[in-house]
């Protein structure tokens, strides 16, 4: 089982990027996904997760509006489309996969993907 996250990078405050997360070894339709971040220096919270049939989104509050999860079950992929980055969105984000009805909460998510760094300077 593995997820690879990929697309991090360095980008001004105000603009967009969007990573995106690949599944394997696993029937990723039958996962909820959700993506997460960790900032230095401070705990791993919640930003995203999206059910598995695609049909219903969460957002933390700080970044509602801002970013859009989806997903795509033919290839296996989630992504994660940030917009309006400010310098506080600077983080390790990790994608995760869950099979719990409780999507939005992050010790439900039991499989972890590596990382991609997203810095956002001013």
């Known amino acids: 089982v593995q997820l690879q996250a990929s697309g991090g990078g360095l980008v001004q405050a105000g603009g967009s990027l969007s990573v995106s997360c690949a599944a394997s070894?696993?029937?990723?339709?039958?996962?909820?996904m959700g993506w997460f971040r960790q900032a230095p220096g401070k705990e791993r919270e919640f930003v995203a997760a999206?059910?598995?049939?695609?049909?219903?989104?969460a957002y933390a509050d700080s970044v509602k509006g801002r970013f859009t999860i989806s997903r795509n079950n033919a290839k296996n992929v989630v992504g994660l489309q940030m917009n309006s980055l400010g310098v506080e969105d600077t983080a390790v984000y990790y994608c995760?996969?869950?099979?719990?009805?409780?999507?939005?909460?992050?010790?439900?998510?039991?499989?972890w993907g590596q990382g991609t760094l997203v810095t956002v300077s001013s």
């Open positions: 995760a996969a869950t099979k719990s009805v409780q999507w939005t909460t992050m010790g439900q998510y039991n499989v």
């Open positions: 070894g696993l029937t990723f339709s039958t996962y909820n």
């Open positions: 999206i059910r598995r049939s695609g049909l219903g989104s």
